[in-house]
Structure formats: structure tokens, C-alpha cells
């Protein structure tokens, strides 16, 4: 049997001589091999690792992944398979970190909920995705996590194959009931009132000070959401709106039930018939969470206020 050609490792660092040495090292061999490389980390360590690159940096593809992946739903489609795709039939390498100690909690099961889905992604491709964890900063449950996302780990000295490598056990851990909010605003909507959905997400946006391009944004997504329950959903579905912790949150819950994980982070060719309603959603939001059963699902958007 080969082996398969998608390799996603988990680098466990501590500190930025151990980070700089192994990202610089990953990166410098595809630059040799002449594969296409890219780098998606947080600011910071982008300056680190470009400025120990030196004159190399200038062949990587560097990207600030507190914006790129501003949401964990958007890093595959956005980043990871936009470079891949870009250099199909070639090897590419890519040094992605979703998850750094300023994710919060509420943002975390979706990064967590990622990283195991790039391995269903990615499965069959010839692409390397490098993944940092900060091993003295990160809580040891993402440490363990980690371990369950990405078959192989390594550290400043070695390399390892994860004893508990089980990316299902994540997509199926995060997979949970969403907490209520504090007092939503709720509307009922089917066929005939579905514009009310998004004039209630607009009029709630500029309550909060959005500007006009991104209320656009705000009502594009709930439209999608909200046409989402028409076709998929039993044909009506719950919109609740709410502010929380600086952000506008927009929920859509129905009696659908999504079986495909990877829905809303494959890309699609625009010349495809078909629905790209989550694909938009995740596209648009600076956080998606979903809640998926059998009759029901729930899917709230994040977006974070000016």
C-alpha cells in the first residue's frame, strides 16, 4: 500500500529560537526541492520567521493569519486550498497556525473542528501543512487536542507518529449544543418573509456602528443562511440576532441536518450549478459555529463590531 501523499504534522514549540529554527527549516527545504511554500501565522511570528528568511522571504507566500483565518471556517477554502489549488500537480508546503493563545474559548471548537477536517480535505493530495502549537502558552487540552488532529508530531528534536490520532473524536467532541444567548431577538421566518430576516440583521448592524459595505456583507449571509432552511432546512427556520463581547452574532436554526463536514469549506468553481450558501457565510464572518443533529441545526455567525 503507499503511503499517503498528504502529510499534517503538529509542531510542539517552546519559545521563538525552537519556533523560528523549525518553521525556517520546513520552509527552506521546499524552497530547495522548488516547491511553492506559504506561511499563515500570527503577525508576529510572521515578522520572525521573515526575518530570519532573510532574501528567501521573498519566494514564500507570507499571510497574516489573524485575518486570513480570522475565521477557522474560512482556512481551508481561503487559504489552504487557494494555494494548492493554485500550484495543483506541484507539491506545495504551507505553515498554517489557526490556533494561538488570543483564540478565546468561544472561538476555539471551531479551530480545534478545522484542524481535523484538514485531513479529510487534504486526503490524496500531495500537500505538507505544518502546524505550530505554542506548548508552553497553550492550555495542555489543546496540547491534546493536537494530538488527535494531526497523525504525526514533532518537537525541536524529533518526530513521532500520534498514539492518538482520532480527528473524528474532535469534529464529533465540538459538535455540541451552542450556548443561549442573552436576550435575542427572535423571528420566525418561511418563504413569505425571509427579506425580514435581513432587514432585522441590518437594522441591528447599524445599531452597532457598521458601515454600509459590511451591513451588505451581514445581509448577504443571513440571506444565505435563511435560503439555506427553505431548501434544506423543512422549508422555515428560527433568525435570532443579539450583540455579545464586541460582536454581532446572527443565528439561523431549522429542522435540517448537515451530514458532510466539509460543507462550506470546499471552494467551488463559479461556473458549478449549486449552492454555496455556507461556503458565502464562512467566506463573510469572522466566526462560524454550527450545531448539527438529525431535525435540527443551528448556525450562528460572528461578526466582530467596529
Not at 43 to 69: H, K, Q, S, W
Not at 170 to 187: K, T, Y
Not at 193 to 199: C, G, H
Not at 237 to 263: M, Q
Amino acid at each position: 500500500m503507499l503511503a499517503e501523499p498528504f502529510v499534517h504534522p503538529a509542531l510542539f514549540y517552546q519559545g521563538e529560537r525552537e519556533y523560528v529554527g523549525a518553521t525556517t527549516a520546513f520552509l527552506r527545504e521546499g524552497l530547495a526541492a522548488g516547491e511553492p511554500v506559504a506561511v499563515a501565522v500570527p503577525p508576529a511570528n510572521l515578522a520572525l520567521i521573515a526575518a530570519e528568511l532573510g532574501a528567501d522571504a521573498d519566494a514564500v507566500l507570507m499571510l497574516d493569519m489573524t485575518r486570513a483565518g480570522r475565521n477557522p471556517g474560512r482556512i481551508i477554502p481561503g487559504v489552504l486550498r487557494e494555494f494548492a489549488d493554485l500550484h495543483r500537480g506541484r507539491h506545495v508546503r504551507i505553515i498554517g497556525e489557526p490556533i494561538w493563545p488570543g483564540r478565546t474559548a468561544t472561538e476555539y471548537p471551531a479551530c480545534a473542528q478545522h484542524e481535523a477536517l484538514i485531513n479529510l480535505a487534504f486526503a490524496g493530495r500531495h500537500v505538507t501543512i505544518l502546524c505550530p502549537y505554542d506548548a508552553v502558552a497553550l492550555d495542555p487540552h489543546v496540547l491534546a487536542e493536537a494530538a488527535r488532529t494531526h497523525p504525526v508530531l514533532r518537537d525541536a528534536t524529533a518526530e513521532w507518529p500520534s498514539a492518538d490520532y482520532a480527528p473524528e473524536l474532535v469534529i464529533d467532541g465540538h459538535n455540541r449544543p451552542l450556548d443561549e444567548p442573552h436576550e435575542p431577538v427572535s423571528l420566525y421566518f418561511d418563504r413569505t418573509n425571509l427579506s425580514a430576516v435581513r432587514f432585522l440583521a441590518a437594522r441591528r448592524a447599524a445599531e452597532l456602528g457598521f458601515g454600509d459595505e459590511r451591513i451588505d456583507d451581514i445581509r448577504l449571509a443571513v440571506a444565505e443562511l435563511g435560503a439555506n432552511s427553505l431548501d434544506h432546512g423543512g422549508g422555515s427556520g428560527t433568525f435570532r440576532v443579539w450583540a455579545a463581547d464586541g460582536r454581532l452574532v446572527c443565528e439561523v436554526s431549522d429542522a435540517g441536518h448537515i451530514l458532510d463536514p466539509l460543507v462550506g469549506r470546499n471552494p467551488v468553481d463559479p461556473r458549478t450549478a449549486g449552492s454555496r450558501g455556507l461556503l458565502i457565510v464562512n467566506l463573510l464572518g469572522d466566526l462560524v459555529r454550527v450545531h448539527t443533529r438529525a431535525g435540527a441545526t443551528s448556525i450562528r455567525v460572528y461578526f466582530d463590531a467596529p
